[in-house]
Nanobody, 118 residues
Framework: QLQLVESGGGSVQPGGSLSLSCAGS????????MGWFRQVPGKAREGVAC???????IYADSVNGRFTISRDDVRNMVYLQMNNLEPEDTAVYYC????????????WGQGTQVTVSS
């Protein structure tokens, strides 16, 4: 079993930055394509970014150029650097394993809240 724990959420003003971390345990993350997803109550879950096992990345149009996903397979970590945050980025952010098409897979964490507000 793979356990995923997110950290780094918080509150920030528009235009600010936050860095999210996802720590994996139980299984090595290098086996998995990984992604970050977000969800607002009452809305569908949205895929934000994915990173392949070879480091290739995929981004949603809404965050492309502002967010950067990365991974450190030695530390069993996945990261999401979020810059120039907008109020529309407010959501609970989850890391998860993904399919090759960046759909959420079988393992995901509990999530971390990101709030962007002035």
């Amino acid at each position: 079993q793979l356990q995923l724990v997110e950290s780094g959420g918080g509150s920030v003003q528009p235009g600010g930055s936050l860095s999210l971390s996802c720590a994996g345990s139980g299984l090595p993350l290098h086996r998995f394509m990984m992604g970050w997803f977000r969800q607002v109550p009452g809305k569908a879950r949205e895929g934000v970014a994915c990173i392949q096992t070879n480091g290739g990345t995929i981004y949603a149009d809404s965050v492309n150029g502002r967010f950067t996903i990365s991974r450190d397979d030695v530390r069993n970590m996945v990261y999401l650097q979020m810059n120039n945050l907008e109020p529309e980025d407010t959501a609970v952010y989850y890391c998860a394993t993904t399919s090759a098409s960046c759909e959420r897979g079988g393992y995901w964490g509990q999530g971390t809240q990101v709030t962007v507000s002035s």
